[in-house]
């Protein structure tokens, strides 16, 4: 090998390398999540992903993940697994203030992919159509 290809080959390695540096560090699925139903929750502050983002996996058998796990695990199982179709609260007053905020939902449920992004005008507004699939702060 000459000194010109074993350069080209080196910085090849270090551009490789380089490229799985950026791209962050690889996130497993917790071991309980292997093969059951798992979401992978997130909520950011403005319409954008960001750094500011509250994250948590939510597990359904038994239901774990934070505090409203059990209540999201019953809405969630309402609607099998669909969070647009969670039914509004009818009775939420939520204040006319402009702070967005935004819920995304990554995994599966019964065996099936999901994906769900929704960007709300406020936390208020966000509560009252998820209910507490996406209470991750409370």
Not at 13 to 40: E, K
Not at 87 to 113: E, F, H, L, S
């Amino acid at each position: 090998m000459t000194h010109l290809s074993k350069a080209t080959a080196a910085c090849g390695a270090l551009l490789a390398a380089a490229a799985l540096l950026a791209a962050g560090p690889a996130h497993a699925a917790p071991a309980a999540t292997r093969g059951g139903d798992y979401l992978y929750l997130t909520v950011t502050q403005g319409e954008n992903q960001s750094d500011d983002a509250h994250g948590a996996v939510l597990l359904c058998d038994p239901p774990q993940g934070y505090a409203h796990a059990a209540e999201a695990c019953a809405e969630l199982a309402a609607t099998g697994g669909d969070i647009a179709r969670i039914t509004p609260a009818k009775d939420a007053m939520c204040p006319m203030v402009y702070a967005p905020v935004t819920a995304q939902a990554r995994g599966q449920w019964n065996g099936r992919p999901i994906e769900y992004r929704e960007t709300f005008p406020n936390a208020c507004q966000m509560a009252a159509r998820t209910g507490p699939v996406f209470a991750l702060d409370d």
